[in-house]
């Protein structure tokens, strides 16, 4: 039964959940981008099986299939509007019989992270855009059981252009699940620089994000989110349908035990990894991607804050990951 629920939550998420990390991150440029009626329905479906390791500590195998789904979806665009649909799905699917070593409970068979949202940005007569993201959505061993594994994040932003290709850009940001000043708003400012089609960077707080194009070939992206979020790639392509890729990441995810005594601890997931991959645009919008790579520094632990890493922790040994990725923009 508890096979057939996980099944049945997938297929329906899969099929109608209206951002996998890369992809909120380039959703999230192109939201800032000044352009306006060039969105296109996306879709992208991750999966990364990792090699079975260690639980430290407990002498125990511990084994992940993470699953990712990204769909975007526009709604209505004009020349001074547009209106989006979005959908995050991401699955931790584990195997294993380690227990979380504080409170002695079985570790989660399954970790999910369900979002829906929707975006609306618009520009004004005097160039200025605006706009405003909402997302909603469970992240939890049993998602959607009760408010306590509820999720919702807000954003709010304003660009202001400053010359013919850069521009000031404000932010205003909620979130109950981030990894600090949790359920506190937080302002933001960067400035979006960009001197050719080449280079584009944008500096601030909370994030910066730098991509270039040193030749046509050749693509080097870094983005850094506060606290401990990063992701840098390197990519060549060698034919017009084909690239190779390397890159590094460092990441973490946050779920709501359902069973939790405290309400406010949260059961958090860090990992780094290198990885590296083959992009292959098989047809006009549709491409495959197959890599891999090795993931080290991983470790669960259950609590408020990052500060109280050693709570309930349990470290998973360093080891190997392999990655599909099929996507779609029509």
């Given at each position: 039964m508890v096979e057939m629920s996980r099944v049945a939550i997938s297929v329906v998420i899969l099929l109608f959940s209206?951002?996998?990390?890369?992809?909120?991150?380039?959703?999230?440029?192109?939201?800032?981008?000044?352009?306006?009626?060039?969105?296109?329905?996306?879709?992208?479906?991750?999966?990364?099986?990792?090699?079975?390791?260690?639980?430290?500590?407990?002498?125990?195998?511990?084994?992940?299939?993470?699953?990712?789904?990204?769909?975007?979806?526009?709604?209505?665009?004009?020349?001074?509007?547009?209106?989006?649909?979005?959908?995050?799905?991401?699955?931790?699917?584990?195997?294993?019989?380690?227990?979380?070593?504080?409170?002695?409970?079985?570790?989660?068979?399954?970790?999910?992270?369900?979002?829906?949202?929707?975006?609306?940005?618009?520009?004004?007569?005097?160039?200025?855009?605006?706009?405003?993201?909402?997302s909603v959505g469970s992240a939890s061993d049993k998602p959607f059981r009760s408010e306590a594994e509820l999720t919702a994040q807000t954003n709010l932003f304003a660009r202001?252009?400053?010359?013919?290709?850069?521009?000031?850009?404000?932010?205003?940001?909620?979130?109950?699940?981030?990894?600090?000043?949790?359920?506190?708003?937080?302002?933001?400012i960067a400035y979006w620089y960009e001197p050719s089609s080449n280079l584009r960077l944008i500096l601030g707080i909370p994030f910066a994000s730098v991509e270039w194009k040193p030749t046509e070939e050749l693509s080097l992206e870094l983005s850094y989110f506060m606290i401990r979020t990063v992701r840098a790639q390197v990519s060549y392509r060698f034919l017009s349908f084909l690239r190779a890729y390397a890159g590094y990441d460092w990441r973490n995810d946050y779920f709501f035990r359902y069973d939790r005594q405290d309400k406010d601890r949260r059961l958090a997931y860090y990992e780094k990894r290198f990885s590296a991959g083959l992009r292959w645009d098989f047809s006009r919008g549709?491409?495959?991607?197959?890599?891999?790579?090795?993931?080290?520094?991983?470790?669960?632990?259950e609590a408020e804050r990052y500060d109280d890493r050693d709570e309930n922790r349990l470290n998973i040994a360093n080891g190997f990951f392999g990655s599909l990725r099929l996507g779609a923009a029509f």
């Open positions: 209206l951002p996998a990390a890369a992809s909120a991150q380039l959703d999230l440029i192109r939201f800032l981008a000044p352009g306006f009626g060039k969105a296109k329905p996306v879709f992208q479906y991750q999966v990364s099986p990792y090699s079975n390791e260690e639980a430290e500590g407990q002498n125990r195998g511990f084994e992940v299939t993470q699953h990712n789904a990204f769909l975007s979806l526009p709604v209505l665009q004009d020349f001074a509007n547009e209106w989006t649909l979005l959908g995050n799905f991401r699955l931790q699917d584990i195997h294993t019989s380690a227990i979380l070593p504080d409170t002695r409970e079985p570790f989660p068979e399954s970790l999910w992270d369900i979002r829906l949202g929707t975006q609306y940005r618009r520009k004004f007569t005097n160039g200025w855009i605006g706009g405003g993201m909402l202001i252009p400053h010359g013919e290709r850069n521009a000031w850009l404000l932010f205003l940001n909620y979130s109950r699940y981030r990894e600090f000043l949790n359920d506190v708003p937080i302002p933001g549709w491409f495959l991607d197959l890599g891999g790579g090795y993931a080290f520094d991983r470790f669960y632990f």
